[in-house]
């Protein structure tokens, strides 16, 4: 289970660090929910991104939709693989030169990266 979370909001295009100062809590199921409106589903606006559980080489934590930059060059987006139980950074297939990446394993330990946006912020870094 990750340790942390963040969530986009597609209404107002922002990404919300800290839900809980907007009164944006999990509940027991998963599901995101207003602690003062709890009749409200909230996940038709927002997207939930979970944490990585790791700090990116500059100590940033890492999040689902998080887009790295490796000490190779390569850019990668960090994706919840649903067929293992960890994060996997899935390659997307747009770095031709390293076809074979595509929804391989990166180990945090092995390969230094940096996070340098997410897929909503910042979707010009997978062109």
Known sequence: MARGFRVYDKLEKRMIDNPASE?????????LVNVDHPE???MDRYVRR???GSPDEDGKEIYEGDILLT??????VVEWSKEKVRYVICYKNIWTAYPNYIHK???WASVRSVVIGNIYSNPELLK
Do not use: Q, T, V
């Not at 009164?23 to 599901?31: A, K, V």
């Open 23 to 31: 009164s944006i809590y999990l509940s027991g199921n998963g599901n």
């Open 40 to 42: 409200i589903y909230l």
């Open 50 to 52: 979970d944490s990585a």
């Open 71 to 76: 000490e190779k060059g390569i850019r990668c």
């Open 105 to 107: 394993a990166l180990f």
